[in-house]
Nanobody
Framework: QVQLVESGGGLVQAGGSLRLSCAAS????????VGWFRQAPGKEREFVAA????????YYADSVKGRFTISRDNAKNTVYLQMNSLKPEDTAKYYC?????????????????????WGQGTQVTVSS
């Protein structure tokens, strides 16, 4: 069983930065494909970024390219989402997720349905 816990959310001004963390317990994060999604009230869960199990060739939604960076620190059992140049449109609850299958890729990494294990989320609010 892989348990994921997000942290690092908060209230920031537009143009500011924030780093979210996704810590794994029960199993090591090493070897797991991990994605970040966000969901605002009344909207569907939206893909943000994803990290392959080996950390190579990360994926990003067009809306965050050049501003957000996903990375992982296997020694700390954590995947990070560095968010720079934040905009009010980035306001949402952010979730990390995995398919729970080690050394496995996800063909449709941008689809929330492709992930079976989710954290509880952390709120990010960007003021105008």
């Amino acid at each position: 069983q892989v348990q994921l816990v997000e942290s690092g959310g908060g209230l920031v001004q537009a143009g500011g930065s924030l780093r979210l963390s996704c810590a794994a317990s029960g199993r090591t994060i090493s070897g797991y494909f991990v994605g970040w999604f966000r969901q605002a009230p009344g909207k569907e869960r939206e893909f943000v970024a994803a990290s392959q199990w080996n950390g190579n060739s990360p994926y990003y939604a067009d809306s965050v390219k050049g501003r957000f960076t996903i990375s992982r620190d296997n020694a700390k059992n954590t995947v990070y989402l560095q968010m720079n140049s934040l905009k009010p449109e980035d306001t949402a609850k952010y979730y990390c997720a995995t398919n729970g299958r080690r050394y496995s890729g996800i063909s449709e990494h941008y689809r929330a349905q492709a992930y079976g294990y989710w954290g509880q989320g952390t709120q990010v609010t960007v003021s105008s």
